[in-house]
């Protein structure tokens, strides 16, 4: 009798709140279990209740909402990109794909007559796309424009190409050496060639110029309209400044934006971090979180710039760039620590992996399970460290389409003994792992870094079997890296990554199961519907 009672008591309660019910197609919880359910209803922005047959249709709903056989599945976070730059990219020369060095500086000459005056801005080239696969030289930009600057970031952001004009402008044109943490390339006669790496880069930003406050929000909106269409309804920012994040903060007090922004800040340049470390910002509603400082520990391995405990195989020179010595990151993260903050540490090449994670076991020890700190792109290891990784519990931050764009060229940079230790996602599935893009360094879309994680191929399947095939994941582990394991590294997983009771409602509408998809069906999925707390985003404007 009684329990009848608590039945019809707990009945009425849940018809009285329940606003929204979806049914009739494929519900994934997205929990541990991968529960799949056929109908879930929404209420105040949260998860109420799902279940399996037609008890729904008591439910005192406001609205329900017919699948017609869809897939509805948990919103997809992506652990580390760069909004700004995503946004901002739209705005500017688009080199990606470009074929040679005279394509891309044609497709500058192209926008000369839309930009009149000031810098002219592009990124994605990619000399290892290109015939001889070696740094461009200024030349080529000079011919196109010989009095403005001409700036184009490589697309992994480590390295710059410039035309004669910027180079001038810069104290590059005189240096005798190279700024520490950085490289200027030179030719056989020490003259600079205008491809300027990691840190050497930094005093060409005053001939670019601030944007506007009014350009930051522009920026802004346009990278989250980008990621809530393939079904993203969060993200990790990786490296923000506090003007981005005052730009932020306007769009949300006057509901421009609705997405779920977790902030790194970017402590670039800074001294002493005590002066600009507060405590950290924890908003119980996930609308916006700054609780991490990211760190740059070395370069990118397409540039020559990440640090390798042994010489590149094709530059036998170089070992890369060290952006900071051990000792001064470990005065970093004790810093940090101290504050309250997550630390995130940027490492590509082994060298630099293995620096930051004896940093972390030093000043963190097991505190790491409490203090959660991340190492962003992991990108080469050695044979030792994915062992030492899972022991403590460092967050591996990784983003699998790297492997597919890179390991055309990562055989010839390190040789294939070394890149056996490259985006070794199977050697760390057991860690806490994180999955992103890095745009706009690389492709945003998440159902390309989800297909590249299960098939290390591209979406023409090459190459065959895969690129080191056997550290490809299950579905199901990279999926959690996108949801669960993206809500553990931002210390949200009570609230968001799954679809579980009581928990946020960021969720996705799909044309198909990714489970019951062809593999190339999943690289094609698309997104239908996305919600964030409940409310559509997509396919509604912004």
């Known amino acids: 009798m009684w329990a009848v009672m608590w039945t019809v008591i707990l009945l009425t309660c849940f018809n009285a709140m329940a606003s929204t019910v979806y049914h009739n197609g494929t519900i994934r919880i997205g929990d541990e279990d991968q529960t799949v359910t056929d109908w879930i209803a929404i209420a105040d922005g949260k998860v109420l209740d799902y279940g399996k047959g037609k008890r729904f249709r008591q439910l005192n709903a406001e609205k329900q909402i017919d699948l017609k056989g869809r ?8 652990s580390h990109l760069h909004l700004t730059d995503l946004g901002m990219n739209q705005f500017q020369v688009d080199l990606k794909g470009c074929r040679s060095a005279d394509e891309a500086a044609e497709r500058v000459r192209k926008v000369l007559s839309q930009q009149p005056a000031g810098a002219i801005v592009g990124n994605g080239w990619d000399q290892s796309d290109w015939p001889g696969k070696q740094f ?8 196109v424009l010989d009095s403005r600057p001409i700036i184009l970031y490589r697309i992994d952001g480590h390295a710059a190409w410039v035309n004669t004009y910027a180079l001038k402008h810069t104290p590059a044109w005189t240096m005798s050496g190279d700024p520490a943490g950085g490289q200027i390339i030179r030719d056989s006669k020490g003259i600079p060639t205008g491809v300027l790496i990691d840190k050497a880069m930094s005093e060409l930003e005053p001939l670019i110029g601030e944007p506007s406050d009014e350009q930051l929000e522009r920026y802004l909106l346009a990278a989250v309209k980008s990621l809530v269409s393939v079904g993203v309804t969060g993200a990790h920012d990786a490296g923000a400044s506090p003007r981005e994040i005052a730009a932020i903060r306007r769009l949300l007090k006057r509901n421009a934006v609705r997405f779920r922004f977790y902030e790194m800040l970017s402590v670039k340049g800074v001294k002493n971090l005590s002066t600009v470390l507060t405590q950290p910002e924890i908003d119980p509603q996930h609308w916006l979180t700054i609780r991490t400082v990211k760190l740059f520990l070395d370069g990118a391995m397409g540039s020559w710039g990440a640090a390798l405990e042994k010489p590149y195989s094709d530059k036998p020179e170089s070992t890369g760039i060290l ?3 051990a000792s001064d990151l470990e005065t970093q993260v004790r810093a940090i620590d101290s504050k309250g903050y997550q630390i995130a540490i940027h490492a590509i090449g082994d060298r630099a992996n293995r620096i930051a994670i004896d940093a972390l076991i030093k000043i963190l020890g097991k505190h790491t399970q409490v203090t ?3 190492i962003e792109h992991v990108q080469m290891l050695r044979s030792a460290d994915p062992d030492r990784i899972l022991t403590y519990k460092i967050i591996a931050s990784m983003q699998p389409i790297h492997c597919t764009s890179d390991m055309k060229w990562v055989v010839q940079r ?17 860690a806490p792992l994180a999955f992103g893009s890095d745009a706009p360094m690389d492709d945003f879309i998440p159902w390309h870094g989800l297909f590249a994680a299960v098939t290390r191929q591209t979406a023409s399947f090459e190459p065959a ?3 080191y ?16 394991g993206a809500a553990y590294a931002s210390f949200s997983e009570n609230a968001l990554g799954s679809l579980e009771k009581g928990k946020l409602a960021d969720f996705i509408v799909v044309d198909q199961d990714p489970f019951k998809a062809t ?6 999925t698309k997104v239908l519907e996305t919600y964030i707390g409940g409310e559509r985003v997509f396919p509604c404007p912004l």
């Not at 897939?71 to 992506?78: I, K, R």
């Not at 095939?469 to 669960?484: G, N």
């Not at 593999?519 to 094609?524: E, G, I, M, S």
Request: charged share 20%; aromatic share 10%; proline share 8%.
């Open 71 to 78: 897939t509805l599945m948990p919103g997809l976070t992506d």
């Open 136 to 143: 461009p030289h200024r030349s080529s930009l000079d011919n």
């Open 323 to 325: 952006r900071m010595t």
């Open 372 to 374: 959660r700190p991340r």
């Open 414 to 430: 390190i040789g294939p003994e070394r890149a056996r230790f490259t985006y070794a996602w199977n050697s760390l599935q057991t």
């Open 465 to 467: 079997g895969g690129f």
């Open 469 to 484: 095939p056997e550290q490809i994941v299950s579905l199901e582990r990279a999926l959690q890296a996108f949801t669960l």
């Open 519 to 524: 593999l190339k069906a999943l690289y094609a």
